[in-house]
């Protein structure tokens, strides 16, 4: 199983960035996927979840509005659409699911004048 977040980088505050999930090693559709974040000196904080077939999301209050989950069945890929991004944002990213859970590497999101 593989988990690869790709898309972080340097923000401002109220722009936008569209992470991205590449999955293998797992029958994708099958397992719900979420969106965790951690900033330094914070515990890991869930964002987002999203079911199998997409058909239910859940998100923290803090993103609720301005965060979107989604999924791509057919490319084994899971994205979180965010906007209006603020600096308390600023976190590392990780997708986390599969069978037992696995966790990717994350990508660092900075929001910042």
């Known amino acids: 199983v593989q988990l690869v977040e790709s898309g972080g980088g340097l923000v401002q505050p109220g722009g936008s960035l569209r992470l991205s999930c590449a999955a293998s090693?797992?029958?994708?559709?099958?397992?719900?996927l979420s969106w965790y974040r951690q900033s330094p000196g914070k515990e890991r904080e869930l964002v987002a979840r999203i079911f199998p077939m997409g058909q239910i999301t859940n998100y923290a209050d803090s993103v609720q509005g301005r965060f979107t989950i989604s999924r791509d069945n057919a490319k084994n890929t899971l994205y979180l659409q965010m906007n209006s991004l603020k600096p308390e944002d600023t976190a590392v990213y990780y997708c986390?699911?599969?069978?037992?859970?696995?966790w990717g590497q994350g990508t660092q999101v900075t929001v910042s004048s």
């Open positions: 986390y699911g599969g069978p037992g859970g696995y």
């Open positions: 090693g797992f029958t994708f559709s099958s397992y719900a």
